[in-house]
């Protein structure tokens, strides 16, 4: 399943409005979007949406998408969130060149501005405390109360801000302000805060600061500065285009524009893109991760990009989803059964063919020579021919699942039992003769025959009769001489509701999310099988190697079942409560 190409054509809302912009030759016919993520953390497969948004549009027209840093606030910004966003978005396959850039960059050029604008009259030091600041605001309903240092004399507020500037006063004292309206129907435009205090080092400018911008001060600034085209944002930011326009419109009325930029950004939004039985609030992962709940941003359970891989799931299929999903103005609930959908078709293209047993029942060949092993063919994966196949040691003691025998199986088993009669996969048809119990009942041993004139899972030929023999049931096997000993994590759903937020999300939690097995045996190829290569263990679903993974103490993670089991237990869930 390759990803969407560049160039190809889309009709979603926001390449029409870049196609007809381009078409008018507007901004020169240039497309330049960015993707601007705030260092503080991973992203999260909502983030994917964004990257894909923005990244593909420049793609699509042949433009170019810049990676940028919005690095204001050095208390929660960290040199491995920055690490881990860029091997992010290079593993989902996009790649920004040489155009990696960072809020932090224009810092002097932020308070050369801000300083124009109190020159103007259009901005103000105020000495309210934040919770003043809040209280005065307003409501929906209620205008703003304006702050008595809103009219303070353009050069006192010069001076204040050089000397906020300078160290001079403790954090929280003082900020500056936008001047626009306490009135506004829209609360961003009521007097926006541009700098606080903030005595912390930046992890790039060091101590050179101790006053950094707000979001919306530099967020505006840094795309028209770098002259981004198209500013590609999710719809909480709707609200906040009007702000960002005032900016650049006040500054260019003062005659004020980057240098080679002879047009500002063009902002547009679209909706985010929701998960069911996910959620993506970065307050809340952490909740999860400080209780305990999970073991990190990286587990597999987790909606992270760095959890997803590790957990098996592909850049491509993340992608392709993405790409299904489209892009609209109006949000939407996306079922996992589609992403789940989605990886499940890429993963039955691309995974190797391996057979592994979970949960082992030992098989004793009883008329099968003892000192005897072969090398049985097997095919590596029916999708694609060019995987070609391998040998598999097959000798008289192996295992199957537990679950593939029954002592009084019911007629549709088609699996083993006493009398019954089976196919190995590529190996032989066996039949169950005897079944050992241990002390406390349990099956502990099965006896079998096998028909050597079935190999390679052959159908024998007919009797003397003419009679053909026939067989309904298929098994996965390993030899037991050769098989690698393994712990196989089992991940499900980590919350039991479609909205996890509908209560408190702990209680929604779901305990089966993960299954730890030890004692699995695996064919003796997966002992070379590489982190996160992508493998189909044969009749129980898709899996990879997890990174805690060492020689010879082995540990694979399902990525997903071969079928939707999930959905179809809670379509009957449904389906029974609503009859009770």
């Not at 503080?40 to 027209?61: P, R, S, T, Y």
């Not at 770098?226 to 500013?231: K, L, N, P, Q, Y």
């Not at 002592?407 to 190996?427: T, Y």
Request: charged share 30%.
């Amino acid at each position: 399943m390759p990803a969407m190409t560049a160039n190809e054509p889309k009709d979603d809302f926001i390449s029409r409005i870049v196609r007809d912009d381009v078409a008018e030759n507007r901004n020169g016919g240039a497309v330049v979007t960015r993707f601007p993520p705030e260092p503080n953390g991973f992203l999260h497969i909502g983030h994917a949406k964004a990257i894909c948004v923005d990244f593909g549009i420049a793609e699509q027209f042949d433009g170019r998408c810049h990676l940028r840093f919005d690095d204001t606030n050095p208390v929660k910004e960290e040199q491995r969130y920055i690490d881990s966003i860029k091997e992010d978005i290079r593993w989902l396959g996009f790649a920004w060149g040489e155009h990696e850039y960072h809020a932090s960059d224009y810092f002097q050029q932020l308070y050369d501005w801000a300083m124009k604008l109190i020159e103007a009259g259009k901005a103000y030091v105020d000495e309210q405390s934040a919770d003043d600041i809040r209280q005065t605001r307003g409501t929906l309903t209620e205008p703003g109360t304006p702050s008595p240092y809103r009219d303070r004399p353009d050069a006192e507020s010069l001076d204040l801000l050089g000397r906020m500037k300078a160290g001079k006063f403790s954090n929280g004292s003082r900020v500056l302000r936008a001047k626009i309206d306490m009135t506004s129907s829209n609360m961003n435009l009521r007097d926006p805060v541009m700098y606080r205090i903030l005595h912390a080092t930046h992890p790039r400018t060091g101590d050179d600061w101790c006053i950094y911008p707000m979001y919306d001060w530099a967020h505006g600034q840094s795309d028209w500065i770098e002259g981004i085209t198209h500013s590609l944002c999710s719809l909480e930011f709707e609200a906040h285009r009007p702000l960002y326009n005032w900016y650049v419109a006040q500054l260019r009325g003062l005659g004020e524009s980057p240098k080679g930029v002879s047009y500002p950004p063009r902002q547009i939004e679209f909706a985010r893109g929701n998960i069911t039985y996910m959620i993506t609030s970065k307050r809340k992962l952490k909740q999860l991760i400080d209780d305990g709940h999970v073991t990190g941003w990286d587990d597999p359970r987790m909606p992270t990009l760095r959890g997803m891989r590790r957990r098996g799931y592909t850049s491509a299929a993340i992608r392709r989803f993405w790409d299904e999903a489209g892009v609209a103005k109006r949000v939407n609930n996306i079922a996992f059964s589609k992403l789940e959908a989605v990886q499940r078709e890429h993963l039955n293209q691309i995974a190797l063919r391996r057979m592994a047993v979970l949960d082992p029942l030992k098989i004793i060949i009883t008329n099968y020579p003892e000192d005897q092993i072969e090398q049985m063919q097997v095919v590596n994966n029916p999708e694609d021919d060019s995987a070609g196949t391998r040998q598999v040691p097959f000798s008289r003691e192996l295992y199957i699942e537990r679950d593939d025998f029954m002592e009084d199986p019911p007629k549709k088993f088609f699996r083993l039992g006493p009398g019954r009669e089976v196919r190995l996969r590529s190996a032989y048809w066996i039949t169950c003769n005897e079944f050992i119990t241990d002390d406390a009942g349990i099956v502990s041993e099965l006896h079998c025959t096998y028909d050597s004139q079935t190999r390679g899972g052959n159908n024998p030929p007919p009797d003397a009769e003419g009679k053909v023999r026939k067989v309904k049931g298929t098994l996965h096997w390993v030899s037991a001489a050769h098989a690698v000993d393994a712990e196989v994590r089992l991940y499900e759903h980590l919350f039991t509701k479609e909205n996890p937020e509908d209560g408190e999300i702990v209680d929604n939690i779901n305990p089966g999310s993960v299954e730890v097995r030890t004692g699995c045996k695996l064919e003796p190829a997966l002992a070379d099988a590489q982190v996160g290569e992508p493998i189909q263990f044969e009749r129980l679903g898709y899996f990879c190697v997890d990174t805690d993974s060492k020689p010879g103490a082995f540990v694979f993670n399902r990525t997903l079942t071969l079928k939707d089991a999930w959905a179809k237990m809670q379509q009957r869930e449904t389906t029974v409560a609503g009859q009770s």
